[in-house]
């Protein structure tokens, strides 16, 4: 990638802007500007259309078009000449993001990054579409070629552009308005089922997944699975997550040498990864894999967590404690160059047994797996299988692997690393904190209770303006008024960290999130939230997100928060409006059963009766904390975990869940209250390892 801050060449307006994204194109000869009122003015007083130019800091092929366009003088003075050029982080602005990838998803019925939007000067698009080559290829026109062409529509046929603008337009409002269905075929259950035999039918029983090449993660679905499972008993559900996590650890998806997931792969067998490392993928694979331990006590999963938060600690962590956005694809101007390796180099860096042992345990040939000969390492063999072909132990094996992934990885740590994207958002964070809250529980571990704690603390010192939260923070500069998914994120996490830490300030900023965003997004009149307040007028449209892609629409998580604090709390209002958020999406589910999982397994929740369990803790904190591992060990997606001190319980909770107060240690000791529907157990000392 090119150094932005190359002080021969004349910066644009996006210089001043604190974007990682914008600040990559500061120095294009476009003129870009900042999406923005300056823009909209310019586009009116010059009666000129706009080219909105859509991306993010990592994004590859945001990088190709740079280099082949932005970057190229004759291009550039073609869009200066016909167009007002706007520039935005799609990371920042979800919102803008949001309406112009439905409007290409309306005219295309797909969508990606870059986007590429031209509008007229009140924001409306007239045609859309993402990558424009430099020379006509891959079915495509060229980049000039488009901008020649729509120009020519602008200056000449302006009334066809203005009604191709007002049809885009009517289908954008047409997705964004949802009703709720007054009759559905089914009921939830039936819903439930249909999301799940969905999933069955798109499974891959060879690789895991749930589609084809490329394969995303999606980890709603395995949240939906695993929910599924402990509902309902069925025993499939829960193979095909661990099948699935499984190959996915074992692929080339997963940094065999660092720890973290790529973003997807590019093939079904999850070997060749699409390299760019995302926090959002990060968060709620660990909060996964965390719950599939739960469930299993494979160990295996366990030291993917353990690996991946080392990653996350040693290269995506604010000093004060947040977590930065993502890594790069790309190093030295091509994808995957940090993490990839020839034969020749693992030979020369390693042992001849150590070579010998990486090359069949990662699959690694003289052709590769990837572009120039070069292998990504991926488990293509097991470890008995490696020590048979070798003639040697399995320990002995492991022992190989081991000083040689250490080898290798600090060989790597001299390469030119990728760019890092080191803004912080609210939303991702929040999945981060979940991510990390669960792993806590899971595992016992209390390094990531301090790590989500830390976290959590910067972001509810840092991130709140006014009692605004807010999106994005970079380099001490907080903008942007909060989205839906930052509330429903955040409160989400910090769900997950009260029960990890039972220190009741989560779980009161967590209610207040959730009651602000109500005021804020809430639709009286059609229920469910909307993705912004509607205060920015630039934003045509207010829309409600209704897909759990690579990450969970805010419906759904808000859904989740609802019924957690809706039945803790015995809110009726609380339960009303996830009721009512949930009646919004269902119809949906209906017709695409797989597109929300998450919805789906709110769906399933609120079928389960309320269930509590309330640690009455004692004097002595060994015991208290015998029961608390209990408690925290097992899977219990639709239980509540709660504690009472020692010396009695807190005043704001004990306010709102008035059973607390006559929960007390029994003989001394402390004592867990298992509480289902409207009834209570008889407390016990000792929950046993299938009483969680």
């Known amino acids: 990638m090119k150094d932005n801050t190359n002080s021969e060449r004349r910066p644009n307006r996006l210089v001043d802007e604190r974007s990682p994204y914008l600040q990559q194109h500061a120095y294009n000869p476009v003129e870009w500007y900042p999406w923005g ?23 590859h092929w945001c990088h190709v078009m740079e280099r082949e366009s932005f970057e190229d003088e004759e291009t550039a003075r073609l869009m200066n000449d016909l167009f007002v050029n706007i520039k935005v982080d799609r990371e920042e602005r979800p919102d803008v993001d949001n309406m112009y990838m439905t409007a290409a998803q309306a005219i295309s019925g797909s969508g990606g990054w870059p986007l590429s939007a031209w509008l007229t000067p009140d924001l409306k698009p007239f045609y859309v579409g993402t ?33 191709s603008a007002k049809a885009i337009m009517r289908a954008v409002q047409k997705n964004a308005v949802m009703v709720a269905k007054e009759e559905r075929d089914g009921d939830d259950a ?30 709603s679905i395995f949240e939906f699975l695993l929910r599924h499972y402990h509902a309902r008993g069925n025993q499939r559900s829960l193979e095909m997550v661990l099948y699935t996590l499984h190959r996915m650890a074992a692929g080339g998806m997963y940094d065999q040498l660092g720890g973290g997931f790529a973003r997807y792969s590019v093939d079904t067998e999850w070997r060749v990864p699409h390299f760019e490392k995302m926090l959002y993928d990060q968060g709620q694979l660990l909060a996964v894999y965390a719950d599939a331990y739960r469930i299993t006590r494979d160990t295996a999963l366990a030291m993917v967590i353990r690996q991946t938060v080392g990653y996350l600690e040693r290269d995506l962590m604010h000093p004060d404690g947040a977590f930065y956005s993502a890594e790069d694809a790309d190093s030295e101007g091509e994808e995957g160059t940090f993490y990839v390796w020839s034969l020749a180099e693992l030979r020369d860096l390693l042992s001849p047994r150590e070579f010998e042992a990486v090359r069949s345990y990662y699959g690694s040939t003289d052709e590769g797996n990837f572009e120039h000969g070069k292998n990504v390492l991926h488990t293509s063999a097991t470890i008995e299988q490696v020590a048979q072909r070798l003639g040697i132990g399995s320990g002995e094996v492991e022992k190989l692997l081991e000083s040689a992934r250490r080898i290798l990885f600090e060989a790597r740590s001299a390469r030119i690393r990728p760019h890092r994207d080191e803004k912080i958002l609210t939303s991702w964070n929040g999945l981060m904190i979940g991510g990390l809250a669960r792993s806590a529980a899971a595992l016992g571990e209390p390094h990531y209770t301090m790590l989500a704690t830390r976290a959590a603390d910067y972001l509810m010192a840092t991130m709140n303006v006014q009692g605004r939260l807010m999106h994005r923070l970079k380099d001490g500069d907080v903008r942007f008024d909060g989205y839906l998914e930052d509330y429903a994120y955040l409160a989400a996490g910090l769900l997950d960290l009260y029960e990890a830490t039972f220190e009741v300030r989560y779980l009161r900023e967590a209610d207040r999130l959730v009651r602000e965003a109500g005021r804020l997004f809430w639709d009286e009149e059609g229920g469910g939230y909307f993705m912004t307040s509607g205060d920015d007028a630039s934003v045509l449209i207010r829309s409600k997100g209704d897909h759990d892609g690579a990450e969970p629409a805010g419906n759904s998580v808000m859904a989740m928060n609802l019924l957690r604090l809706g039945q803790l709390f015995h809110d009726d209002e609380f339960l009303a409006r996830a009721d009512r958020t949930i009646d919004l999406f269902l ?23 309320p269930r509590q369990i309330v640690i009455a803790a004692s004097e002595d904190r060994d015991d208290t904390m015998h029961l608390v591992r209990q408690a925290q060990a097992a899977y219990h997606p639709d239980t509540a975990l709660l504690m009472v001190a020692a010396d009695g319980p807190d005043e704001w909770l004990a306010a709102r869940v008035e059973t607390l107060m006559g929960m007390s240690p029994v003989n001394g000791r402390a004592a867990a209250y298992v509480c289902e529907g409207l009834a209570c157990h008889p407390p016990v000392t000792d929950l046993g390892a299938d009483r969680g």
């Open 131 to 163: 990558y424009f080559p430099p020379q006509p290829r891959y079915g495509r026109p060229s980049f000039r070629d488009a901008l020649l062409s729509l120009h020519h529509a602008w200056i000449n046929e302006r009334e066809k552009v203005f009604r």
């Open 37 to 59: 009122e300056e823009a909209f003015e310019k586009a009116r007083s010059e009666e000129k259309p706009i080219f909105l130019s859509i991306g993010y800091s990592t994004c």
């Open 190 to 219: 039936t819903v439930v089922e249909l999301c799940r035999e969905q999933l069955e039918q798109n499974y891959d029983p060879r690789h895991g997944g749930f589609s084809g090449a490329p394969k995303f993660p999606r980890p």
């Open 587 to 609: 119809g949906r589910i209906e017709e695409h059963p797989i597109v929300m999982p998450l919805m789906a397994a709110a769906a399933l929740a609120r079928m389960q009766p």
